[in-house]
T-cell receptor, first 112, second 115 residues
């Protein structure tokens, strides 16, 4: 059974600091996704990582994928308050690739 | 263009009532998904449509849950005889399946509270 684990589940940090959110998954998967969710809002797609060693960056967020370790990271550089949200990773079920299996989410609070 | 829309945004039901939740996917999107998100959790898959065909309903928690997409566009998730454990946010997502990138675009969700 494919399982996805994120850590930490809750993170409070100061503006200007760097931090990393980790996403581990239990079996081989084709693709890994990062989404952002603001309170009471929908899920917004951030990154799709398709292959081993893939790295994508958008502003202060950078995501990477290591398929051998079954690990993805979401790195936040010089955090700003606007990045406060809950971040989810999700993976495809291989050979069943329309269904996403989700982590529990990391609630990120960035204090001024 | 318009994103995925869902209605109603909020629904309060008495236990035992039937409810119907609507999803309007992005125009032209072939695939449509329903997820259930409990408070503080990630979404959990309920069911999947490709056009009008329901290809996977393995995530539906009981036979009280029923989904349809009769014309391959708008979809309705129906819950019969609602129970308190059905309280959650119900998310709809759509994707193109035209490029091999399976990014799913989500609607705002319907927050269901069963009293």
């Amino acid at each position: 059974e494919l399982k996805v684990e994120q850590n930490p589940l809750f993170l409070s940090m100061q503006e200007g600091k760097n931090y990393t959110i980790y996403c581990n998954y239990s079996t081989t998967s084709d693709r890994l996704y990062w989404y952002r969710q603001d309170p009471g809002k929908s899920l917004e797609s951030l990154f799709v990582l398709l292959s081993n060693g893939a790295v994508k960056q958008e502003g202060r967020l950078m995501a990477s994928l290591d398929t051998k370790a079954r690990l993805s990271t979401l790195h936040i550089t010089a955090a700003v308050h606007d990045l406060s949200a809950t971040y989810f990773c999700a993976v495809d079920k291989r050979y069943d690739n329309y269904q996403l299996i989700w982590g529990a989410g990391t609630k990120l609070i960035i204090k001024p | 263009g318009a994103g995925v829309s869902q209605s109603p945004r909020y629904k309060v039901a008495k236990r035992g009532q039937d409810v119907a939740l609507r999803c309007d996917p992005i125009s032209g999107h072939v695939s449509l998904f329903w997820y259930q998100q409990a408070l503080g959790q990630g979404p959990e898959f309920l069911t999947y449509f490709q056009n009008e065909a329901q290809l996977d309903k393995s995530g539906l928690p009981s036979d009280r849950f029923f989904a349809e997409r009769p014309e391959g566009s708008v979809s309705t998730l129906k819950i019969q005889r609602t129970q308190q454990e059905d309280s959650a946010v119900y998310l709809c997502a759509s994707s193109t399946r035209s490029t091999g990138l399976e990014t799913q675009y989500f609607g705002p969700g319907t927050r269901l509270l069963v009293l």
